[in-house]
């Protein structure tokens, strides 16, 4: 499995109880749901806390996912 594979999954499984907490976001490190914060800022520095230097996610709590689209023409006309 990849690294944030399972981390992802967690998060899946459980978005209709993390829902409840629409637009904060949760830390997840394996199996382990840390908690939901106001912040991107704050769940990154509570993650760290916990975690240290095991890989664990921090993603939005979101009814639906937002996709971006990326189009490499713009990324050339940075360049230029």
Same mark, same amino acid.
């Given at each position: ?15 209709? /109880? @993390?829902?409840?907490?629409?637009? !904060? ?5 394996? +199996? ?5 914060? $106001? ?12 975690? /240290? @230097?095991?890989?664990?996610?921090? !993603? ?5 996912? +937002? ?5 490499? $023409? ?7």
């Amino acid at each position: 499995m990849s690294t944030l594979q399972k981390e992802l999954q967690v998060f899946a499984r459980n978005l209709g /109880a @993390l829902l409840a907490d629409e637009g !904060k976001f949760a830390v997840i490190s394996g +199996e382990t749901i840390l908690g939901t914060y $106001d912040s991107f800022e704050e769940a990154i520095k509570a993650g760290y806390v916990n975690f /240290a @230097l095991t890989p664990f996610l921090v !993603k939005q709590i979101l009814p639906v996912e +937002e996709v971006v689209f990326i189009n490499r $023409d713009i990324l050339l006309q940075c360049s230029t």
